[in-house]
């Protein structure tokens, strides 16, 4: 076999399963953002910690599996519940090789410091009207990005974007979160109703337009996919959406899911149980490729 056969045959084998395995362990936060789709009212009984522990062992073992992401919310008065996830999921990276990357809000950070955070390779701070009611970040929040590069860790933002933000997200502010976070991703809620339709969407794409030619320092989460890339050439990920094609989702109450936003294919009860679930609906599943996030509705035109 020549060199470059052996390489296409470690990169088929190498995308055999999903290489990212997404975990929600709680439906606890402090906050109530209306667009988020990790409500307790949808799930049965949360698993406990142990249980999404023994997952990240059991994904260390699945030869395609290459990155635990987690979701850790902020904690309500009186509970530990989230700080405790990431304290266990940590530990239970440490022993497996696998890298680890986190998507919280700022207050965690801010409250825990860095250390909590030492074994992520990427956090992602949440942005949104929700969060910050009038879009301007509190003057320590750059403070806790760069607290996060010290310590060798990529740091971005996630942009939640509504039409308030495509109003106030001018050509200024985004260079100053360019200057800060590493990356800057802009996302369309899904599972939401959204107070802007496809149109205005395009047009702040326009009036932007300088900054999407730094694709170096700028990245786009483009979800609706069927806004091809010769329409939209910023769009820097696939044109349309593989289901599955890269992670699967284990939900708070064990449901697994090719999207986060999806109904469950089934629920793990117990060890043992992932593995045989990804060969049995990842491999089925992921051939269906989608070409309109099923997930977003746009506002009228």
């Known amino acids: 076999m020549d060199e470059q056969a052996a390489f296409q045959a470690r990169q088929q084998s190498e995308i055999a399963g999903p290489r990212v395995l997404a975990l929600h362990p709680t439906c606890v936060c402090a906050h109530d953002c209306a667009p988020c789709y990790l409500k307790g009212h949808r799930y049965g009984a949360e698993k406990p910690l142990s249980f999404f522990t023994q997952l990240v062992r059991e994904a260390a073992q699945s030869g395609s599996i290459r990155e635990v992401a987690l979701a850790v919310n902020l904690d309500p008065p009186g509970s530990t519940r989230n700080r405790d996830v990431l304290r266990g999921i940590s530990e239970a990276i440490r022993g497996a090789g696998l890298k680890l990357a986190v998507t919280t809000n700022y207050e965690n950070v801010r409250d825990w410091g860095s250390e909590p955070f030492g074994l992520c390779h990427h956090v992602a701070l949440s942005v949104d009207e929700y969060k910050f009611p009038t879009l301007r970040l509190p003057a320590d929040f750059f403070t806790v990005v760069t607290r996060l590069q010290a310590e060798g860790t990529v740091a971005s933002l996630n942009v939640l974007l509504s039409r308030k933000l495509l109003d106030h997200l001018t050509l200024p502010r985004l260079r100053r979160w360019l200057g800060i976070a590493d990356q800057v991703y802009l996302l369309v809620p899904k ?19 300088p900054i999407w030619e730094e694709p170096d320092r700028f990245f786009h989460l483009q979800l609706d996919n069927c806004i091809k890339p010769e329409v939209f050439p910023w769009n820097q990920l696939t044109p349309t959406c593989d289901w599955g094609e ?24 117990g060890a043992g149980a992932l593995l045989p679930v990804i060969h049995r609906y990842y491999t089925a599943e992921r051939q269906k490729g989608r070409t309109h996030c099923p997930f977003i509705t746009f506002g009228s035109p």
């Open 246 to 269: 890269n992670l699967v989702n284990v939900l708070p109450d064990g449901g697994l899911a090719l999207c986060a936003m999806d109904e469950p294919k089934t629920h793990l009860n």
């Open 191 to 209: 599972h939401h109703k959204l107070d802007f339709s496809r149109a205005e969407l395009m047009a702040f794409f326009a009036r932007t337009a």
